[in-house]
Structure formats: C-alpha cells, structure tokens
C-alpha cells in the first residue's frame, strides 16, 4: 500500500476545502453551485479521512510489537531526574527542569509557537466555521513576526453571508498592516451581506414560481357555450356522444406545488345529419381553363326594376318587372338599397309601330287552362314523396281546366330528366396562383411583349411621358406559365393629374370650399380611388363622435371583411391580449415547450448513439412512453436529458456502452435494463474508458436530482484510467433502485450523498475500498441476501444511513475486465426559441418596428435591421465545445418581391431589445435564399460566432443586407440548435 499517496489524497482534500472557501470569499457570494461543490468536498475529505486512519492504524497494529521491543532494548535505567539531567546537559539548557519537590517544568518561550488553522463543517445547520490560532507571519525582510488573531469566526449558509474579525495585533509593524489590509477585506464582504441575501431570496422565489409540468384536461358538456354535466379529465375522449360537446384546457404546476389553468376552450361539436343526394347533370365538355376564384365564399346574384333609367333613390326601385333591370353580384344574401350599386338594362322593349291585323281566332269557351307537374323515379308508375312534389328522375305534365292537380299518375304525361352516369372526365390543370405584373412603356397604343425586360411586381411612381401597362401572369399546377394580353392602366396617369389638381385645390385660403359650397350641408363631390389615393398621401387626421363603414375594409396585410371578421396576415401584439378562446395550428415559444403527441418505439443501429434519439425528443413527454432499444455495442458518455411527464425505458439487449452515464434534473422515469424486455435477465455493459470526474472520484454512472432511476442486471465496470472509481453515484435527493447489478474493478462501488435514497434488491462483486458509502443525510437500503462487498462493506458520514440487516456481502470479485480504450467524443444539441423578434428602423423612424418579425432591406420606412432575442438561453452551452449551430427560418409572404431574395446572417450581444441604437457583433458569413413563404435552414460554422457563444458573448441572431428594396424582406421563426462535443 502506497502510504505517501494516501496522505497525500488526504492533503489534496483538505486543500479542496480551503480553496473553495476561498472562492466564496473573493466572489462575496454564495451560489448553489458552490455549496454542491463545497459539499461534496467535505464528503471526499471525510472519506479520505477515513481511509488514512484505516491505513495507519493497520500499520501502527502490525508493528506495535516490534517497536515495543525496540523501546525495551534502548531503555535507560535511570528515573526522571536522570532523564532531565540526560535532556538538559546536566541543566546547560533551561528548556526543560525539575523542582525539589519533583515536579517537570517546560518553559514555553523556549518553544516555537506553531501555525494552526481548525475548520468545523456543521453539516446540520448548513454552517462552515474557521477557528485561527497564534501564529508566525514573515515581515518584507524575512523575519518571523508573531501574530495573534484574538476572535475569528467566519460563517455561512444560504439565508445570508456574515464575517467577522476582532482585533488583530503584531509586534512589528508590518504585522499590524497586514491585519489591516485582512480587517479591510472581511469588511468588504460585511458590506454585501444585503445583496447577497436579497439574491438569495429572489432565486428561491424564481424557483418557487418555475413550471414544473404542464398537461391538458378534458370535458365533455352538453353546451357548446359552458361546461355542464361533465367532469374535468387528463384522459383524451375516444367517443364523444352526440349532441355533446369536447372542450379542453391546460394545466400548469409550479414548483411550489400551486397550479393554474389556462382558458377552456370549445374543440368539436354536434355532427348534423347528411344532406340528400342531389340530382346528376349530365357529363359537360372541357371548359377553358379560368382564372382563381374567390376562397371559398357564397355568392348572391341581386335583381332590382325600376320605371327609370338610372335610379337615385331606393323608392324608384321594385321587385317587379318594369322597364329597366339593374343586376350586381356580392357575398351578401340581403339586397342593397342602394341604386348605385346596380347595373341597369332595359329590359322592356320601345314601344314598336302598330302591328296588322293578325288571323282571327277560334271561338273559345272563356274557361282558363292549368299546367300540373308532379315527378316520379319509376318512369310514371309511382309519385315520388311529398305526393309527387319532391323531384325525381322523370317528371310528368297534365294540362286541364282545373285549379287542383290530379291525383292519378295516368293523368301526366312522363319524361325523363335525369340522364345516366357519364365517363370520367381527363384530369384538368388548375390555377396555382395568379399575380399582376406591370411594364413602363414609351407607347400607350402598342402593347410592349413578354420577351422585354422590365416588368416588375408593383406600381413604379409616375413617369412623365411615360405609359404603364398590365397583365396577369398565372400559374399553373402542372408547372407552365401564361399570360394575359397586356392593358393599358389609363389611371396610372389619370392618379397623377388629379394628385396635381388636388394639390392646386388645398392650396386656396379656404380648403373645403371646394369640396362643400358655405351654408351646404352636401356635396356633389364623389369620392373617386384616384381622390383617395392621392389625400393618402398626406397626414389625415379624422375624429368624429361616431364613425360607420358599411361594407369591406381593407389595408396592406388586413381586412375587415362584409361579414364583420378581422383578417390580419401577421398580428403582433406587445401588451396583454385577451379573447375568450383561441384556435392555433402551431404555437411557437421559448416559455411552452413541445410536448410528446404518442408512444415511441426507438432502434439505435450500429454507428448511432443513444444521445442523438434522445435529444430529438421533446423535453414535455406528455405522459407517454418512449423505448429504446441498442442492436450493438455504443461508444457514447450517455446523458439523460431534462425530460419530464412520462417514462424513459432503454434496453442494451446484451450490448455494451462504452462510456459514462449521467442524468441531471429528470422528472421523467427513467428503466435501463440489460436485455431486451423487463423481464429478460440478459445482462448489459457499462464499461468506461474515463469516468465522469466529480472531485476526486470518477464515476461510470451518476444521477443527480432524479426522482426516478432504476437499474436491471447491468456490468458496471470501474475506469481504466483512475484509481478512485465509483460504479453508481447519486446526489442532490435523488432516488435510485438497483437490481442484479455486477461491480468489477471499483475501488467504490457505491457512492451516495445530499439527502439521496438508494435501494438495492441485489449485486454482486468485491471493491478495493469501501463498498457502500452513505454521506451528508443519504440513505442506502440493502435487501437482504447477496450484495457487493469491499474492503469495507459500509461506511457512513454526515448523518447518513446504511439498512443492511440480512445481507451477506460477497468476498470474492466477479468475473471480467475493462476492455474500452478510447474515450467517446459524444455530439449533442441543445434547441433554443426566441422570446420575440423584431426590427430596427433606422434613417426613418430610428426606433423598433414592434411587429415581432425580423426584417431586412429598405421598402422606403427605414434601413432594417432584423433581430432575434433569446434572453440568457444560450448561458446553457455557455464553455461547451461548439462545433456549430442551425437556425431555422420562414419567409413571409407579401413583404418585398415574391422572388428568391438573400438574406445575411449575424449574431449579436443582446439578451433583450437595447434602448439605444443596437449593432451587430460579427457576421456569421452566411446567406440565404428564399422566396415568399418558403422555409429553409442555415448552418453556421464561423469560428467566431462559435468561439463567442463559448465564451457567452454571443446572446442571439439577425438578418442585415444592402439597404434597398430589392433585399427588403421579413423571416419568422428563428428556432436555433447550437451542437456541442464532450
């Protein structure tokens, strides 16, 4: 046994602590990171406390007899006063001498007082004392001065940070400074006391607030308006009876174990019954292909008459036929009472010239003849329903003298109408989509041709001399493109002169006076698209105490519809907004994490990793269950994600992972079983190269704070490069069960702390040291029978626990070794949400647009910068190996040209909106093309981008091109996965 290396781990320990103190003390504060670690070093400290004892006490037992023997065959016969006078040269010293009366006196003067320092861990009031005693400083010419600390307490815990020192004082002088310059640092951190427990307070509130699950209800109701006669349920209905209704919520609990709903909101309702068949026209010839219609709305077909050519006024129309006809078509069911709006025929013909004398008639009897119409579908044998009314497959005529309609089917005379199936018709060729184009000409009389260049998407400003034409360029589904012949736009110029005019108009010294005469209340002016396309160009301010608008409304990328309906392509909102139900296809949020749709099942095949399945699974498990299955050996260090609500169940078939396993803050139930079901006892491997690295241990598997770990008939293999191995470790309150586990080549089997629960049903397998270590509240259950054994089966410290009542330890090691040689270099990702994006407009408006999208280029508002915010997400990856990042982006439609248009990448330093003037950090030397509502990825692997997210410089992404209108474009989305290597 090495016992130079032993007291020297103890040293390293010791010093671990004292290091870590002095951390605490330089930064002021306290944080749950350093208290985990300063924890989990008096752990190890304890430990290798231990183990030295245990080390030295087997020495000191094995050679207590020989140096008793030695002390027997060096003995002086000589008493005390012989002795001294020996020590003293005969009283030439006067270190040490002896009264008359036989008493031993030492004089302390003569005695170097010795540096001592005594730290007290009270792990049970979470406190950490220091204790410092006389000692010697060395003064700048090297000579020892003697300091004495008369009180010195130091004390922590995380309700607050105090320290205090009393007088110190010296002999020389340059004593005296240096306990000024240390009364002088304790007084500094006195002084943020305050803040550090005001942080202190507010983290624990932030986590007390946190959501910790979210999950939705259910409720069935009889009314389509409010929940009655159901109950709320997590179960997801499979029937829903008719005349009922389904409505949903969701459900979100927070740490402190509060919860809260979101609104209820109404998802399906009763089905109606079907409608009857209608009747079957007969097969129709090709048409030409048309132009798109109009989404999806019912037209209405209006007719008014009218006794006057041109009617003004609603009375000079009637519902009955007169001489003139007015027609229009609308989405409107009522008729309009406004003439205008008409189209006007006439309908009855000019009085002609008075015909001849036409033949004479024969003589009738002056009774009035009755046309009757009754339908059948079995060719007149039979009415159809309703006595015949409801209309069939023939149709049957009588004409007589009586008012009534016969009764009798052999009164009509039949016809069929309704003619047979007809062929299938060849697959016509649709309209994808249809846009106006428009090309500046030199002539108004010849149409330019499609071959020249220069047409464009949008309206140009007018051109003196110059002519506009348009055409509709169509799209359609099999790929072609057509056209229509070219129009000239008479009203392109026909804007500008009445703009001019306009403009003459408002500059005479009464304004309105052209549009309303003094002492009118009308006017005779009519409000022409040309009239308001050019007051548009001013600033307009209207008020009134009530303002009507009968029909559609309509702006750049909005509506209000006939029927009353907002229709806004993007809304974005930047205070509350509240309505009482919301409809979303997809919600996208860095606050509401996807959640898990169904059941997984998941095989990892040779050359995959079990990490790159887990990291493309949503974090929210939704209460479903996910199984992995390995078909061969993995060389990975497997980290379980923070996954929450469901369950977790990997099965290594026999396999081996040639690395480590770690899980950190998992809510979700985790099984990891060695065969390939539950019930299969086919050991797994877990056979590391280099453990993970906690102090001065290195465990193969850990987990830390997770409730819910189990482990089936698995091998855990010590590393291959460290002697301080542990096979299972677990901490910060986590709970594990463990069964038919193997320990081979640990020197810990098993390494619990931090108020952990560890219960093993079985295990196998001999450890150099000890066994089953229990520390600082942690508790270990044995059951009873065979378990690993070591070279000391249990040790405990700080409170913790070891039940092993019934249990024989083994005595021997298991079979195998560690055969991994390499260490895994495993990729992950981690994905990250913008909390909002948004751009800066400057050379305009020099402020932020508010419109939650990123923009770039110049439409004429402002150059735009478009930003994307993530607050302190990416602090997540923050010193992580960053080998490159995705970003995955939508481009709107109906912002800049419909074409394919570059957009330019760059990353900036800004958790949220700057109230300044922002700028970017660095281009990521990437570009995208994209056309309107087209998705796309972006993949950066600039060095300094990577470099500056490793640091935590780098906060989030943008978009910033050439300043023109022919980079103006807008990009949603932003969802970014930055990959990693560890």
Same mark, same amino acid.
């Given at each position: ?25 330089? =930064? ?101 004392? /220091? ?17 004495? &600390?008369?009180?010195?307490?130091? $004390? ?79 179960? &997801? ?54 132009? =798109? ?28 036929? /007169? ?7 609308? !989405? ?29 008639? $024969? ?10 119409? $009754? ?55 649709? &309209? ?151 409809? %979303? ?40 269950? &996910? ?88 091998? %855990? ?111 992950? !990702? ?46 997540? %990856? ?10 995955? %982006? ?20 800004? /958790? ?71």
């Amino acid at each position: 046994m090495d016992y130079v290396k032993q007291y020297e781990d103890y040293n390293t320990n010791y010093d671990n602590i004292i290091n870590i103190l002095s951390e605490i003390l330089e =930064a002021g504060e306290i944080t749950q990171g350093s208290q985990e670690r300063l924890e989990e070093a008096y752990v190890d400290y304890n430990q290798s406390y231990s183990d030295t004892i245990t080390l030295f006490q087997g020495k000191k037992n094995t050679s207590i007899n020989e140096r008793i023997d030695k002390i027997e065959s060096i003995k002086l016969n000589a008493n005390i006063k012989d002795i001294v006078n020996i020590l003293t040269n005969n009283g030439e010293k006067t270190t040490l001498y002896l009264d008359e009366d036989g008493v031993l006196y030492i004089d302390g003067e003569k005695i170097p007082e010795l540096k001592q320092t005594k730290l007290i861990v009270d792990e049970q009031n979470g406190k950490i004392e /220091s204790l410092v005693s006389d000692g010697f400083v060395e003064d700048a010419d090297g000579n020892k001065v003697k300091l004495k &600390v008369l009180y010195s307490t130091l $004390k922590q815990d995380m309700n607050g940070f105090t320290s205090q020192v009393g007088e110190i004082s010296g002999i020389a002088s340059n004593a005296k400074d240096t306990a000024q310059a240390a009364l002088d640092k304790y007084s500094q951190i006195e002084q943020n006391v305050e803040r550090i427990q005001s942080t202190v307070a507010n983290n624990s509130n932030s986590i007390k607030q946190g959501v910790t699950k979210v999950y939705n209800e259910y409720y069935i109701s009889t009314s389509k308006t409010e929940q009655v006669g159901g109950t709320w349920s997590t179960t &997801v209905p499979t029937n829903i009876p008719e005349g009922s209704y389904l409505w949903i919520r969701t459900v979100y609990t927070k740490a402190d174990g509060t919860s809260s709903t979101g609104d209820a909101v109404c998802m399906a309702g009763v089905q109606g019954p079907r409608g009857l068949q209608g009747l079957q026209g007969p097969q129709g010839e090709q048409g030409i292909q048309g132009p =798109a219609g109009e989404s999806g709305k019912t037209t209405y077909f209006h007719i008014k008459y009218s006794a006057v050519e041109n009617p003004t006024y609603s009375s000079q129309m009637t519902e009955t036929p /007169s001489e003139y006809i007015g027609t229009y078509v609308d !989405f409107t069911e009522q008729d309009s009472t406004e003439p205008s709006k008409y189209t006007w025929y006439r309908f009855q013909g000019l009085q002609g010239p008075r015909g001849e004398q036409g033949i004479p008639g $024969k003589d009738g009897d002056g009774r009035t003849t009755y046309l009757h119409i $009754k339908y059948s579908n079995d060719g007149g044998l039979t009415f159809t329903n309703n006595n015949g009314e409801d209309v069939g497959d023939y149709i049957g005529t009588c004409t007589d003298f009586n008012i009534d309609d016969p009764t009798t089917v052999n009164s009509y005379t039949w016809a069929k109408i309704k003619g047979e199936q007809g062929t299938t018709g060849d697959t016509g060729v649709g &309209v994808q989509k249809i846009i106006t184009i428009y090309f500046v000409h030199v002539s108004k009389t010849q149409a330019p041709t499609f071959a020249a260049s220069g047409w464009r998407f949008d309206i140009p400003a007018y051109i003196e001399g110059k002519y506009l034409w348009s055409a509709y360029k169509i799209f359609y589904t099999d790929g072609s493109v057509g056209f229509t012949d070219p129009q000239y736009c008479s009203e392109w110029e026909a804007n500008f002169k009445a703009e001019t005019a306009i403009s003459t108009a408002t500059q005479t010294a009464e304004k309105f006076e052209w549009i309303v005469q003094k002492g009118s209340t009308s006017s005779s002016i009519t409000l022409t698209d040309s009239l308001i396309q050019a007051i548009a160009s001013s600033n307009i301010q209207l008020s009134a105490k009530k303002i009507l608008i009968n029909g559609l409304m309509e702006g750049s990328g909005w509506k209000i519809t006939d029927e009353g309906e907002l229709d806004i392509l993007d809304l974005n909102v930047r205070g509350n907004f509240t309505c009482d139900s919301l409809n %979303v296809d997809t919600l996208i949020s860095a606050d509401i994490p996807p959640a898990l749709s169904e059941n997984k099942t998941i095989y990892v095949s040779s050359g995959e990793t079990i990490s790159q399945y887990l990291d493309d699974l949503p974090l929210n498990l939704n209460g479903f269950t &996910v199984e992995i299955y390995l078909t061969s050996n993995t060389t990975e260090n497997l980290e379980l994600r923070r996954h929450a609500n469901g369950l977790v169940n990997i099965f290594l078939c026999g396999n081996t992972i040639k690395g480590t396993i770690r899980s950190i803050y998992n809510n979700a139930k985790y099984s990891i079983y060695g065969g390939n079901s539950t019930t299969d006892t086919t050991m797994g491997s877990i056979m590391p190269y280099t453990s993970y690295n906690v102090g001065s241990y290195y465990y193969t598997t850990i987990f830390s704070d997770c409730p819910n770990v189990n482990l089936y008939n698995l091998k %855990v293999y010590g590393d291959s490069v460290n002697s301080n191995s542990v096979g299972v470790g677990a901490t910060q309150k986590s709970k594990v069960y463990m069964e038919n586990i193997s320990f081979v080549g640990c020197k810990y089997n098993c390494r619990t702390y931090s108020m952990t629960e560890l219960y093993c049903q079985s295990s196998s397998g001999l450890s150099t040291g000890n066994s089953w270590n229990a520390g600082t509240g942690a508790k270990i259950v044995l059951y009873p029978g065979q378990q690993a054994g070591g070279g000391n089966n249990t040790f405990t410290s700080g409170n913790g626990q070891i039940i092993s009542t019934g249990v024989t330890f083994a005595s021997s090691k298991d079979s195998g070794s560690n055969t991994t040689t390499v260490n895994p270099t495993t990729t992950r !990702f981690e994905t990250f949400k913008p909390k909002y994006a948004d751009t800066y407009r400057s050379s305009v408006y020099n402020n932020w647009e508010g419109r939650g999208k990123c923009r770039q280029g110049d439409w004429g508002y402002g150059d735009c910068n478009g930003y994307w915010f993530y607050g302190s997400q990416f602090a997540e %990856v923050k010193g992580k190996n960053i080998t490159k990042v995705e970003i995955d %982006v939508t481009r709107s439609s109906d912002i800049g040209y419909s074409a394919s248009t570059s957009h330019v990448f760059q990353a900036h330093t800004y /958790s949220g909106r700057p109230s300044s003037t922002p700028s970017f950090y660095t281009s990521c030397n990437k570009t995208l093309s994209l056309a309107w509502g087209k998705k796309g990825t972006v993949t950066i692997t600039d060095s300094t981008v990577l470099n500056a997210i490793k640091a935590g410089t780098c906060k989030g992404f943008g978009i910033q091109s050439t300043y023109d209108s022919s980079h103006y474009s807008a990009l949603t989305n932003g969802t970014v996965r930055i990959y990693y290597t560890e």
